[in-house]
C-alpha cells in the first residue's frame, strides 16, 4: 500500500510564502501514470480543490487561487509540491495531496491520500 506523507510548516505569517511537499513511500506512483493534486480544508468548511498536475506534468489552477499558487513534482524524490504566496488568515485549514491512478482493471482507480498537515496562518 502506497502512503502518502505531507510536510511543511505548521505556522506561517500573513503576507508570506508557504511550501508543502508531499512525499510517495515509493515511486510506483511517481513514476507512472498518476495524477496529483492538493485539496484542502478550511476549520469548519468543506473540502476545497486547489489544483493538478498530470502524469505528463501539465498543472491545472483552481481559477480562485491561481494566481498564487503553484504545483511542481520532483520523481527523482517521489515528491510533489505545492508552494502559495501572499499567504492570508483565510488560507488557514489542513491542507492534503492526494494521487489518482489506473488501477487493475480499465474501470477501476486508485486514489490515495495523505493525512492532512495542518496549517495555520496568524502573525
Known amino acids: 500500500q502506497v502512503q502518502l506523507q505531507e510536510s511543511g510548516p505548521g505556522l506561517v505569517k500573513p503576507l508570506q510564502t508557504l511550501s508543502l511537499t508531499c512525499t510517495a513511500s515509493?515511486?510506483?506512483?511517481?513514476?507512472?501514470?498518476?495524477?496529483w493534486s492538493w485539496i484542502r480544508q478550511p476549520p469548519g468548511k468543506g473540502l476545497e480543490w486547489m489544483g493538478v498536475?498530470?502524469?505528463?506534468?501539465?498543472?491545472y489552477y483552481n481559477p480562485t487561487l491561481k494566481s498564487r499558487t503553484s504545483i511542481s513534482r520532483d520523481t527523482s524524490k517521489n515528491q510533489i509540491s505545492l508552494q502559495m504566496n501572499s499567504l492570508k488568515p483565510e488560507d488557514t485549514g489542513v491542507y492534503y495531496c492526494?494521487?489518482?491512478?489506473?488501477?487493475?482493471?480499465?474501470?477501476?482507480?486508485?486514489?490515495?491520500w495523505g493525512q492532512g498537515t495542518q496549517v495555520t496562518v496568524s502573525s
Open positions: 492526494n494521487a489518482i491512478g489506473p488501477g487493475k482493471s480499465e474501470t477501476s482507480v486508485n486514489v490515495y
Open positions: 515509493d515511486d510506483s506512483i511517481t513514476n507512472s501514470y498518476y495524477s
Open positions: 498536475i498530470t502524469a505528463d506534468g501539465a498543472t
